[in-house]
């Protein structure tokens, strides 16, 4: 079983939409994040987060630490919004030494 | 700010032959991490580098091997390629290990 664990693994959404995505991971973490992964392979980092919530823009991501559990949400979600979202936990003890990845989650969104 | 940059963006090899793959972490960031990602599958994490040391590493064998130097670069170098290193190569930089900024990643063909 993986570490790092990605729900749903493909995610197709009409323009508008609002949008889930799940992590669930099986380790003690210091830190979750999520990132984006166009076609090309460039990824861009989203968010760092060890607790609560944080947002920017129409992206929200939410961590549950006592349930080992994680949400990345996109509201009013848009074609350009169409990528492969990761999730990657350290479990270093704070310092990213080397982060865990889950297989990700390829959102595709039609307008 | 440029950013992490990688180079070269693709590179096609044959079996046997040896690579070097080359990254140059962001402004004010000193330490280098690298990932090997196989098509539809998360980034696995190789070795990350911080005073020009290797100060953890992943799951790879001594075929992997890396390098950084004073100005903070890093290389990566794959001995004896093998068909199954064929794979998108993945570079983040951070500040002593914290959040990880991602390069646009080098994408390796073995032959």
């Known amino acids: 079983k993986n570490e790092v664990e990605q729900s749903p693994q493909n995610l197709t959404a009409q323009e508008g939409e609002f949008i889930t995505i799940n992590c669930s991971y099986s380790v003690g973490i210091s830190a979750l994040h999520w990132l984006q992964q166009h076609p090309g392979g460039g990824i861009v980092s989203l968010f760092m987060?060890?607790?609560g919530k944080k947002k920017h823009g129409r992206l929200i991501a939410t961590i549950n630490i006592q349930e080992k559990h994680s949400s990345l949400h996109i509201t009013a979600s848009h074609p350009r919004d169409s990528a492969v979202y990761i999730c990657?936990?350290?479990?270093?003890?704070?310092?990213?030494?080397?982060?865990?990845f889950g297989k990700g989650t390829l959102l595709t969104v039609n307008p | 700010d440029a950013g992490v940059t990688q180079s070269p963006t693709h590179l096609i090899k044959t079996r046997g032959q040896q690579v070097t793959l080359r990254c140059s972490p962001k402004s004010g960031h000193d330490t280098v991490s690298w990932y090997q990602q196989a098509l539809g599958q998360g980034p696995q994490f190789i070795f990350q580098?911080?005073?020009?040391?290797?100060?953890q590493r992943g799951n790879f064998p001594d075929r992997f091997s890396g390098h950084q130097f004073p100005n903070y670069s890093s290389e990566l170098n794959v001995n004896a390629l093998l068909l199954g290193d064929s794979a998108l190569y993945l570079c983040?930089?951070?500040?002593?290990?914290?959040?990880?900024?991602f390069g646009p990643g080098t994408r390796l063909t073995v032959t």
């Open positions: 983040a930089s951070s500040w002593q290990g914290y959040e990880q900024y």
């Open positions: 987060l060890s607790s």
């Open positions: 580098y911080y005073e020009e040391e290797e100060r």
């Open positions: 990657a936990v350290d479990s270093s003890g704070g310092s990213n030494y080397k982060l865990t």
